[in-house]
């Protein structure tokens, strides 16, 4: 925990890359039409950050968001590194099925509720 | 040490913990310091990777979800390649760890909250653009607010625990 916080750190503070992220041109033009900036971040500022704490935004993106990501992953026994990585690379079907469920309940989330909680909000 | 690690290991009476995706079965005691050391240089390592190959990226996690990059695919195929040549090297070789234990790959069992917990990993994924380690990486990268999302994550592990008995396995 402390080690992957310290790496952030570093890999921003000292390794870091002033170019805009590069991402895909179709990405772009279909997260401006939800109105979501594609700022040149790592993340949305417009999104991550504090003034939105105690807004619709907040709770979803952060207090539902992260609850989803912290129950799931412990219900499913393990996230993308226990099951898609290692779980995989142990040749485990159990991992196959919880990695195919992670990309369901991502495709879901971007195609479907994204667009209506973008619209709402 | 060593013959008492692998007997304890191919004792079929003991029930090894498998409740932890990275089980930790380490039989040596260690000082608090010395056996945070090592985890530490893998985790500053690791959190630069995230940063770098901008896994921890919200918009990378879009892109993957909308089919429109190949990174995402990429990194974590890439991984997922590298993990089989690991794991082959290591029981082929028979590699120990630094206390000179065996290495034991826990095999997993089926439940149903790979299901149901997968499916609400993936939702939660989707919106907050990390996964449980990337949480700390986008934090360390200066997007404080996330904090916020990882306390939220640490209170859903809770309710799992709490709720561990009734929900369906």
């Excluded at chain 1, 916080?5 to 990405?27: E, K």
């Excluded at chain 2, 079965?25 to 630069?48: A, C, P």
């Excluded at chain 2, 095999?107 to 653009?129: C, D, P, R, S, Y």
Aim: charged share 10%.
């Amino acid at each position: 925990m402390t080690g992957v916080l310290l790496g952030g750190i570093v890999a921003t503070q000292f390794l870091s890359d002033p170019a805009p992220i590069q991402i895909s041109a179709n990405t772009v033009r279909d997260l401006e039409a939800l109105h979501v900036q594609v700022d040149g971040n790592l993340m949305p500022a417009s999104i991550f950050n504090m003034d939105n704490l105690f807004t619709m935004k907040g709770l979803i993106f952060f207090v539902m968001g992260g609850f989803l990501v912290g129950f799931g992953t412990r219900y499913a026994g393990g996230c993308t590194s226990g099951h898609s990585i290692m779980g995989l690379a142990g040749l485990q079907w159990p991992s196959l099925v919880a990695t195919c469920c992670f990309m369901a309940g991502g495709f879901a989330m971007v195609h479907i509720f994204f667009p209506l909680i973008m619209r709402i909000i | 040490m060593q013959k008492i690690s692998e007997e304890f290991y191919n004792n079929p009476l003991i029930e090894h913990p498998v409740e932890c995706e990275a089980s930790n079965d380490q039989l040596t005691r260690e000082t608090l310091i010395s056996s945070n050391i090592k985890y530490l240089v893998v985790g500053v390592l690791f959190g630069i990777v995230f940063v770098k190959g901008e896994i921890i990226s919200w918009y990378r996690i879009q892109e993957m979800f909308r089919l429109q990059a190949f990174h995402m695919y990429g990194v974590i195929g890439t991984a997922v390649v590298v993990g089989i040549i690991s794991v082959w090297l290591i029981k082929r070789f028979k590699i120990r760890t630094m206390q000179g234990e065996m290495v034991v790959f826990h095999k997993k069992e089926f439940n149903w909250g790979n299901v149901i917990g997968g499916t609400m990993f993936g939702l939660g994924w989707a919106i907050t653009g990390a996964c449980p380690g990337p949480l700390f990486a986008q934090i360390g990268s200066g997007f404080l607010v996330v904090i916020i999302t990882f306390l939220s994550a640490l209170v859903g592990t809770w309710f799992y625990g709490l709720l561990r008995e009734r929900l369906p396995h």
